[in-house]
């Protein structure tokens, strides 16, 4: 087992961010402000197509950043255990961490070809026998409890994360629903209120997942991370965790 320094579990700040992107967050997304449904669905994917994309080994060192433990920066916070780990740690051993595809790669078939595959925004750093129990399940209410990883649960369809979680798995969904529409070599992917979708390329349960964005909203974490993938890494942002308010206004 590798050696793990820092805290078992973190406490997110609730204190944001003083950063913003260069002109301002609203200029950036200026052509969607004032808009509303499938109108700002359209013009949000105009905004956050324009991306740098990463290769899945330049996945590893994003994630040891964005990701980076607020309490202990030689480690990263996973995911759905809550653990802080060593950056050193990963890779493909028992107890190792390893890069976790929150919109699970077989909805739609993209593995990890560059673009889906490799977008840092649902990428996140996870245990690896935690990230095999989550699989390609969709997410949902309900289950056992998740072996390794307390708080979430689990069953033979879907998965729910822990509390402090929810909000920051809904938000990579309604980005990556928002960004990839079809348009550029990759499936149109598309939230939908079931579990069970297999290889479409769907991810639910979308009903939930606006639930848990509510509960959940974005904290100083997942603003940071946010911030960190523009200025860093890929130069565009989830729009849901910049104004939580759109996503009732495309799903709602």
Not at 116 to 136: I, Q
């Amino acid at each position: 087992m590798p050696t793990t320094t820092g805290p078992t579990t973190t406490t997110r700040s609730t204190t944001a961010p003083t950063t913003t992107a260069p002109g301002g967050v609203d200029d950036y997304y200026r052509t969607a402000l004032g808009k509303s449904g499938a109108t700002l669905k359209t013009a949000l994917h105009g905004i956050i197509r324009n991306q740098t994309r990463l290769s899945y080994d330049q996945v590893w060192e994003a994630l040891k950043v964005t990701d980076e433990d607020p309490a202990n920066p030689n480690n990263v916070v996973l995911l759905y255990s809550g653990r802080s780990q060593s950056k050193s740690a990963n890779g493909g051993n028992a107890d190792d961490w390893n890069r976790e595809h929150v919109w699970a790669k077989s909805h739609g078939d993209f593995g990890t070809a560059t673009g889906p595959g490799t977008d840092v925004h649902h990428l996140r750093p996870e245990d690896v026998s935690v990230n095999a129990n989550r699989g390609n399940k969709d997410f949902d209410s309900g289950g056992s409890v998740a072996a390794e990883a307390p708080g979430n649960y689990t069953d033979g369809d879907s998965w729910e994360p822990r509390n402090a979680v929810k909000g920051d798995v809904a938000r990579m969904l309604f980005y990556m629903a928002v960004r990839y529409e079809g348009g550029d070599g990759f499936a149109n992917l598309e939230l939908n209120d079931r579990v069970a979708n297999g290889t479409a390329p769907y991810h639910g349960r979308s009903s939930v997942l606006l639930r848990w964005h509510a509960q959940d909203p974005p904290d100083a974490f997942e603003k940071r991370r946010n911030q960190v993938i523009h200025d860093r890494f890929q130069g565009n942002r989830n729009p849901f965790v910049d104004h939580p308010e759109w996503a009732a206004s495309i799903w709602g």
